[in-house]
């Protein structure tokens, strides 16, 4: 099989195993490693060489640029100290856990133990939100492992670029220290610049398929062009997207956001499911090169890593709500967590792309790199499979879901919108004017009483079979040859924009019946 057929195959796969996830309340990632690993087994798999340098910049970009677009700057500075301490602290912690089990166990030379540290440390939250969407917690439990997962990427890969110098430089100079100490701010400072240049330029794409290329063509520019100077590629990424989300929040067109959003999810989705096909490629490459007595040291040496990692970062949410729960005793107003979330956020490492990705990237020349590769992947296929299944039962178990909570903020978001939209229209006249304020007035009243139970609004019902029926005439309208394929596109996406307004419970349950 050629790597094309293999793709396909496994994209394949991921449909149907998607649906199996989504029924189940099942991380997808964990899914898509198990699957990975199943066809590169396959007799005739291909061997798939991969470019370093490529590696971080195709897997990683446009990753951190999906996540940090969506994260909201606020939630970052209300949860500054947790967040540093997950995606700081917990890193570091972790790589030094990873750099002892090395030099106790099989002896790794310490700037590839810290490279191994830096590979494994950072969770992804793909596995979590997979979980999260279905069951969902506390806001500042999700903030926090959405936020981490962005910020603790940066500083795991800083320290897996400072391993890497340090590791072909064959020690630490002056140079190698002035290098790594300009990298970090001139690759924020770059991103911002070049966010707000690429900022510019949006509003001339909008609304056309060149302005979603723009978004993939500024994600991987901003991450060579960072590389080509010498300076932090994943802040310059983080950064430069923060920036764009901040100019472009008011301006951004909706049409533009449903796109994008779409496409987004689709091309993240898919370098999932490249990444753990080209990973369990590799595996068995290395597996089947190794020795009995090499594959026997590898898979003691990733057991033992894989129950290190896991134990710090529980260790570091236990010892981290001690030391809340103490300054909240003594009148600080940061307030812990729940036992119960602190245990769930402790559980909540599962390791993913980043850690694929970055394992990707070692040089071929990189010492012990079939050692270090399978590790990582060991750690990733472990916390998927063992964590990852097991976090929609322990929310249950603890019960930390708070669905009910999370729809009535919901419906008095909804209310809240309206009653701004009925202000605003409070002192326009004219016929027109109360249609809109009649209008905002009855949705408050719909949202006002669907927060009461659970009965279907049949105003909304019959929107969408208004819109359905709608569909229906256009596309006679089309096969009759009435309406060109222009006209036909945009009117298309007009009852696209009024079948999203009627919401997404009464699709599914028009649909069903």
Not at 91 to 109: K, R
Not at 204 to 222: K, R
Not at 415 to 439: D, I, K, M, P
């Amino acid at each position: 099989m050629t790597f094309f057929e293999t793709l396909v195959a496994l994209l394949a796969v991921a449909i149907l195993l998607l649906q199996v996830t989504r029924r189940m309340q099942l991380p997808y990632p964990g899914i898509l490693a198990a699957a990975g690993v199943a066809v590169a087994m396959l007799p005739g798999a291909p061997i798939i060489p991969i470019d370093p340098p490529t590696a971080l910049a195709l897997f990683i970009a446009p990753v951190l640029v999906d996540a940090a677009y969506d994260f909201p700057l606020g939630a970052a500075r209300r949860m500054a100290l947790p967040l540093f301490v997950y995606a700081v602290v917990a890193v570091l912690i972790t790589t030094g856990v990873v750099v002892s089990i090395s030099s106790l166990t099989v002896g790794l030379p310490l700037a590839v133990a810290v490279t191994l540290g830096a590979i494994v440390a950072p969770p992804d939250a793909a596995a979590a939100t997979a979980v999260l969407s279905n069951l969902p917690v506390s806001r500042r439990v999700d903030a926090l492992l959405k936020g981490e997962s962005l910020f603790n990427d940066a500083t795991a890969l800083l320290l897996f670029s400072a391993a890497l110098t340090v590791q072909a430089r064959g020690g630490v100079d002056m140079g190698t220290v002035a290098r790594l100490g300009i990298a970090a701010p001139g690759g924020i400072a770059f991103g911002i610049v070049f966010g707000y240049l690429v900022s510019r330029l949006r509003p001339v794409t909008d609304n056309t398929v060149g302005g979603t290329l723009l978004q993939f063509v500024y994600a991987f520019a901003t991450w060579l062009i960072a590389e080509r100077l010498h300076l932090s590629a994943v802040l310059a990424t983080v950064s430069s997207a923060m920036t764009i989300a901040v100019l472009a929040s008011v301006n951004d067109s909706p049409r533009m956001r449903v796109h994008s959003f779409a496409v987004w999810t689709t091309v993240v989705f898919l370098l999932n499911v490249v990444a753990f096909l080209l990973m369990g490629l590799q595996a068995r490459r290395i597996v089947e090169a190794m020795s009995a007595a090499e594959l026997s040291r590898a898979v003691q040496f990733a057991t033992i890593v894989v129950a290190g990692v896991i134990a710090a970062r529980l260790s570091v949410a236990f010892l981290f709500h001690a030391i809340v729960g103490l300054r909240h005793r003594r009148g600080n107003n940061l307030a812990p967590f729940a036992s119960g979330e602190t245990l769930l956020v402790g559980w909540s490492g599962m390791r993913g792309l980043v850690t694929l990705a970055t394992a990707f990237a070692l040089p071929a020349d990189f010492p012990e790199r079939n050692l270090v590769v399978l590790t990582a992947f060991s750690v990733v296929l472990a916390t998927l499979v063992i964590q990852g299944a097991t976090l929609a039962p322990m929310i249950r178990v603890l019960k930390l879901g708070r669905q009910a909570e999370g729809r009535e903020e919901l419906e008095t978001a909804r209310r809240s919108l309206a009653e701004a939209a009925l202000v605003r229209l409070a002192s326009e006249n004219g016929a027109e004017a109360e249609t809109l304020r009649q209008a905002y007035r009855e949705h408050c009243e719909r949202v006002s009483d669907t927060g009461k139970g659970d009965q279907v609004d049949r105003r909304q019902v019959l929107s969408r079979l208004a819109v359905l029926a709608q569909r229906e005439r256009l596309e006679e309208l089309r096969d009759s040859d009435r309406v060109g394929p222009s006209q036909y596109l945009e009117l298309q996406e007009d009852l696209d924009w009024k079948q999203l307004a009627t919401g997404s419970d009464e699709e599914r349950r028009i649909s069903e019946s």
